[in-house]
């Protein structure tokens, strides 16, 4: 459910460090990221950054069709400890504003980009990555999260109005198994989150921060020794059949996978077209994929 109206308008957000949106039914335009030209812009047809020295934002700055409201650094840090984020990451923050989850994320040692439209939103990150001291892990890139190749991220952050949400996702569940995405408060209509938590210390609105695992592709069939197994998937859960046997429990997280059928569990990882693991009664089983 979306936030309460205020003033009439519909109050929607996008997480560049971070941002609320807001827009009237009147526009034809969904809202983008923070401070974004309309879709029709490239970079140059922008207006060139603002003397630095003196730019200095403010909540509730308009943009394109965003406002921009940070976000509590609470809420960041709970993000970023639900994603499990450490030295070995590569944490992409779409829509990163003043760049807080950046350098958040720079500071527990991963490599963090972020990637924001707003220019004079850019030279002030990177000021602030600077006087963070994170240079070495952080990043800050001016670009557009539609066009953005964040397929090297190995965890993605975003704080994004439900319908960019949905645009994004056929890109996000094409990333490797086990990438961890991590949003506040908006979620992915019907693929569920596998986590979410809510923090109330030093945060009063938009609290909630859901986590996804990008599952392993498995829909279809599989051959196994003894027969063959249908898979019929939904995001990171999935229904069966194991010969004349109807399948319990399908989960996916990441590229691990587990299920039960005839009274048995089965566990164990898939590996593109094949898959291995063993059973609740200790012996080995294969899968390989037949279409």
Not at 78 to 87: P, S, Y
Request: net charge negative; with cysteine.
């Amino acid at each position: 459910m979306l936030p309460k109206r205020v003033s009439a308008m519909l109050l929607s957000v996008a997480f560049c460090g971070a941002a609320i949106t807001a827009w009237t039914p009147s526009q034809t335009q969904a809202p983008s990221e923070t401070q974004a030209p309309s879709e029709t812009q490239t970079p140059s047809q922008t207006q060139a950054p603002s003397n630095t020295e003196t730019y200095e934002p403010h909540v509730g700055q308009a943009g394109k069709d965003v406002v921009w409201v940070p976000t509590p650094d609470t809420l960041v840090e709970k993000m970023l400890d639900m994603a499990k984020v450490t030295t070995r990451d590569v944490v992409i923050d779409l829509g990163s504003g003043d760049g807080r989850t950046v350098i958040a994320a720079a500071k527990r040692g991963a490599t963090a980009i972020g990637v924001e439209y707003n220019p004079d939103m850019v030279v002030l990150s990177q000021a602030n990555v600077t006087r963070a001291g994170v240079t070495d892990h952080a990043t800050i890139v001016r670009g557009d999260i539609f066009e953005y190749d964040f397929s090297k991220a190995n965890v993605l952050t975003m704080f994004l109005l439900p319908t960019i949400n949905m645009k994004l996702r056929p890109k996000i569940l094409d990333m490797p198994p086990g990438t961890r995405i991590v949003s506040n408060s908006f979620t992915m209509d019907d693929w569920k989150p596998d986590q979410s938590e809510t923090v109330s210390t030093d945060c009063s609105s938009w609290c909630t921060a859901y986590l996804w695992i990008v599952p392993a592709h498995v829909d279809g069939t599989w051959r196994m020794p003894r027969g063959t197994l249908a898979i019929q998937q939904q995001f990171q859960n999935f229904s069966g059949q194991m010969g004349s046997t109807a399948t319990t429990g399908g989960k996916l997280h990441g590229s691990e996978i587990e299920f039960t059928a005839g009274g048995v569990k089965y566990t164990g990882t898939v590996q593109g077209d094949s898959m291995k693991g063993t059973t609740s009664g200790g012996s080995s089983w294969t899968a390989t994929r037949a279409g």
